[in-house]
């Protein structure tokens, strides 16, 4: 079940033609517990909290980074993964968006440019959905 589940997230994953990457899979816990262990993976994993709604399931979490980029204008690199857990018949899905973005300084102030989800928020995401949507 594991591999499945596991080959479910890559085969969903490898269709992606957008800038960012989506996960998506069923998970063998029930939505509140897929829920928890988000919350928890998420700051195992480095991301700090932007915004939630444990009403809706919703959280997303952000990373910090400073990596060589050749622009002077280069400020810091966010990773972001979204989360959402949703619920159909009983049984939990756990649908994850991996996206990344440079931030630029401007004489109008920070730039925010998205940019193709970087190694880093796609190994990150890979190892949320397969930590919380295993038994």
Known sequence: MRMLVTVGL????????????????PA???????????KEQMKSLG????QYDDTARLYIGEKVT????????YKETIHQLETRVKESGGAAELDIIARTYDIFATAR????????ASERVQLDARNLGQACTAP
């Open 109 to 116: 102030g920070d730039d925010r440019q998205e940019r193709k």
């Open 10 to 25: 890559l085969l969903t994953s490898a269709c992606a033609s957008s800038l960012y990457n989506h996960y998506a899979g």
């Open 66 to 73: 400073r990596e060589s980029v050749s622009s002077g204008l």
């Open 28 to 38: 063998a816990k029930a939505p509140a517990d897929v829920y928890e262990c988000v």
């Open 47 to 50: 991301y700090a909290r932007k």
